[in-house]
């Protein structure tokens, strides 16, 4: 498929320009660079390549950012190591390679060459099965007194790791429809979210407002087969992080003292597969982000699977929203 554009990297030269370039693109790879830096010339070549063979207009984007110029940019996406090389989906990321690791990089070019025969075969095509207007579904009650407020969250800034490659990511964990597994309909893509070379999965997810978070609801539908050793689990250890201004490193998040850790039991999830989990309210009080650690599962297997996440809580005044900015720790 020849592209329809210049497929040379598209240079950004401001965050409007960038924003443009995530809405209007399903695909996205961004090379944050700097004139000074050896490494980055070194592996341009790689990445002006892969421009050259794959970028079309209005599905996949090569573009790259200057730190030294953006440094909005670079700061709202905790871009610390040059080169970074960040591969947003959808408007949100979905894997990012630090450094000029030729390998890695390899890898993330393979996995976005296999995405983007998928938008070319399926153009307009739903990202598992998205849902954009009508009720949103949710696996348990709302507590008195409180409201969903998971449109609250910044969806072009979170972040999940290690999620299993060809998964849809956030937004499948955010999407407003009843899961697959539940309504007994076939999606075309998975409607669900699996962890990739471990049980281990970090969600970074910020706010457009401060918000007082209550409930945190967690929905998971793993197959039945009771046999079957290699069948996704759910979670079992949780720990959330509040106020961070980016995602957290494994190694990280494993020494560090949580905001508050979970442990859930089989007697915590409902009929239809959903952990309504009660927050210590008062440490959860004005956050403007949430990491979520999914430290291990409740079996033997190397994958734990989530379906749908709600919070539930109170928001507050919006953060303005024409520039993009960093969220600091507090």
Same mark, same amino acid.
């Given at each position: 498929?020849?592209?329809t554009?210049?497929s040379k ?17 399903a ?9 000074w ?12 390549k892969?421009?050259?063979?794959l970028?079309?207009e209005?599905?996949?984007a090569f573009?790259k950012?200057n ?5 909005d ?7 610390t190591?040059l080169p970074?090389?960040i591969?947003?989906r959808?408007g ?6 630090k450094?000029a690791?030729v390998?890695?990089?390899s890898?993330?070019l393979?996995t976005?060459?296999?995405?983007f ?5 399926n153009?307009g095509?739903?990202?598992g099965?998205s ?6 579904w949710r696996g348990?009650a709302?507590?008195r007194?409180y ?5 609250q969250?910044e969806?072009?800034r979170c972040?999940?790791l ?10 499948t ?7 697959s597994a539940?309504s007994?309909q076939k999606?075309a893509t ?5 962890s990739?070379t ?6 970074f997810?910020p706010?457009q ?9 967690i929905?998971s539908?793993?197959? $039945?087969?009771d046999?079957?050793? +290699?069948a996704?689990?759910?979670p079992?250890t949780i720990k959330l992080? &509040? @106020?961070? /201004?980016?995602n ?6 494993e020494?560090m $003292?949580a905001?508050?850790a979970i +442990?859930?039991s089989?007697k915590?999830?409902n009929?239809d597969g959903? &952990? @309504?989990? /009660?927050?210590?309210y008062?440490k959860f009080q004005n956050?403007?982000s ?11 297997s190397?994958k ?5 996440i709600?919070l ?8 303005e929203m ?7 720790d507090?």
């Amino acid at each position: 498929m020849s592209s329809t554009h210049d497929s040379k990297p598209i240079e950004v030269t401001s965050s409007a320009q960038f924003q443009a370039i995530l809405q209007t693109n399903a695909l996205v790879v961004a090379d944050f660079y700097a004139d000074w830096c050896g490494p980055c010339k070194a592996i341009k070549p790689i990445f002006e390549k892969a421009s050259e063979e794959l970028s079309h207009e209005n599905v996949l984007a090569f573009i790259k950012i200057n730190t030294d110029t953006q440094k909005d940019i670079a700061q709202a996406y905790n871009v610390t190591s040059l080169p970074t090389f960040i591969y947003f989906r959808n408007g949100q990321i979905t894997s990012r390679v630090k450094g000029a690791d030729v390998q890695k990089l390899s890898g993330m070019l393979e996995t976005i060459r296999g995405h983007f025969q998928e938008a070319i075969e399926n153009p307009g095509g739903a990202a598992g099965g998205s849902s954009s207007s009508g009720e949103t579904w949710r696996g348990a009650a709302l507590p008195r007194g409180y409201t969903d407020i998971t449109d609250q969250i910044e969806i072009n800034r979170c972040e999940l790791l290690n999620v299993e490659s060809g998964a849809e990511g956030v937004r499948t964990l955010l999407d407003k429809s009843k899961p697959s597994a539940l309504s007994g309909q076939k999606s075309a893509t998975s409607d669900w979210v699996e962890s990739d070379t471990d049980e281990q999965l970090m969600l970074f997810l910020p706010f457009q407002a401060m918000i007082k978070l209550h409930t945190l609801q967690i929905t998971s539908l793993p197959p $039945s087969e009771d046999d079957d050793d +290699e069948a996704p689990m759910r979670p079992k250890t949780i720990k959330l992080f &509040a @106020n961070k /201004s980016h995602n957290l490193g494994f190694d990280e998040a494993e020494d560090m $003292s949580a905001t508050q850790a979970i +442990e859930l039991s089989e007697k915590d999830w409902n009929s239809d597969g959903t &952990a @309504n989990i /009660s927050l210590r309210y008062v440490k959860f009080q004005n956050i403007n982000s949430l990491v979520l650690f999914v430290v291990d599962g409740d079996g033997d297997s190397e994958k734990v699977r989530l379906d749908r996440i709600r919070l539930v809580g109170e928001a507050g005044e919006k953060r303005e929203m024409g520039k993009l900015e960093k969220i600091g720790d507090e």
